[in-house]
Antibody, heavy 120, light 107 residues
């Protein structure tokens, strides 16, 4: 059974950084990219990019490219997404997601989400 | 970036009826479209990928079609548990992008 277990809610000040974790289990982890999607309250989901646990390769959406880092710790079967220089516009629920059935980019498994609040 | 536009923004339907949700892409995305259902406080749930293929475990009353720029999700025999927001997503063009959602209320 595929499970993606995310870390708990975070409150950060503007200008700070946040790191969200996503522990994966229940499938052959290295075979599938881990994606990060965020969603502000009442808004559409926004895809941030992907990370390959197999190779460590990453692909970041341009608007996040200079602020985001996605990594994998194979010893812990855990993916991390770090976002730097936070502003109030980064307040959102952050999800990790995997596409196993179908396409790599149609996500059939999701973490429960991590609320990141940026407030002074 | 391909912009996905969904319509209507919201609709209210009686139990047992059928509703059709629309999604239009600003450029052709072939059949690289997925549909999701999202309930409050939950992650999106994949319903359809490849424009028309139901994901595992999704009831047959959810059907989808389309290619190019116009896509549809039809929900037949609506049930109260279908109350949710439905999003389309294209993954043909970088970056993948989502529509603004359609909120479905079952009266």
């Amino acid at each position: 059974q595929v499970q993606l277990e995310q870390s708990g809610a975070e409150v950060e000040k503007p200008g700070a950084s946040v790191r969200v974790s996503c522990k994966a289990s229940g499938y052959r982890l290295i075979d599938y990219d881990i994606n990060w999607v965020r969603q502000a309250s009442g808004q559409r989901p926004e895809w941030m990019g992907w990370m390959s646990p197999n190779s460590g390769s990453t692909g970041y959406v341009y608007k996040f490219q200079d602020r985001v880092t996605m990594t994998w710790d194979s010893s812990k079967s855990t993916a991390y997404m770090e976002l730097k220089r936070l502003t109030s516009e980064d307040t959102a629920v952050y999800f990790c997601a995997v596409g196993i059935e179908g396409s790599t980019y149609s996500f059939d498994h999701w973490g429960q989400g991590t609320l990141v609040t940026v407030s002074s | 970036e391909v912009v996905m536009t969904q319509s209507p923004a919201a609709l209210s339907v009686s139990p047992g009826e059928t509703c059709t949700l629309s999604c239009r892409a600003s450029d052709s995305v072939s059949d690289q479209v997925a549909w999701y259902q999202q309930k409050p406080g939950q992650a999106p749930r994949l319903l359809v990928y490849g424009a028309s293929t139901r994901a595992t475990g999704i009831p047959a009353r959810f059907s989808a079609s389309g290619s190019g720029t116009d896509f549809r999700l039809t929900i037949s025999g609506l049930r109260s548990e279908d109350c949710a927001v439905y999003f389309c997503q294209q993954y043909k063009s970088w970056p993948s992008s989502f529509g603004g959602g359609t909120r479905v209320e079952v009266k």
